[in-house]
């Protein structure tokens, strides 16, 4: 079954369309989190960041470079959040690879400060040596 964003590329649901090329789609998200809230999405559909193609992630990242771009000269916005979720955990709920470019201005409560960790110097190193063994 056809995601909701595959809908919007084959046209089955209208969408506020910004960019279009051969491989992505840009558009305004339709419950935006700040005013310029866009989703960049590849036109085939791949559930998350796992699935992508590395020549169509490296599409999709162009064209959120020229999305960022307009939307920094057009809104002029204090800074600029680009988020890609994968997985229910991580908060994604449309299952077609999404990253949101959000603009930011100060003190707009959009996202709340991280919750972060403090793992020892031991701890970092066996993590690092963990993933350079696969990477």
Do not use: C
Request: net charge negative.
């Amino acid at each position: 079954m056809p995601s909701l964003f595959s809908k919007i590329v084959s046209g089955e649901i209208p969408a506020v369309k910004i960019y279009e090329d051969d491989h992505t789609l840009a558009f305004l998200d339709i419950a935006p989190a700040s005013r310029g809230h866009t989703l960049v999405i590849p036109k085939d559909e791949y559930a998350d960041l796992y699935a992508m193609p590395p020549e169509l992630l490296a599409d999709v990242s162009t064209t959120v470079q020229k999305v960022a771009l307009a939307l920094r000269d057009t809104l002029a916005p204090d800074g600029m959040n680009i988020v890609q979720n994968n997985g229910s955990a991580a908060g994604q709920t449309v299952f077609h690879y999404h990253v949101h470019v959000i603009p930011r201005w100060e003190g707009d409560g959009v996202f709340g400060a991280w919750r972060t960790q403090q793992p020892g110097q031991d701890e970092l190193r066996a993590l690092a040596e963990q993933l350079r063994a696969i990477l």
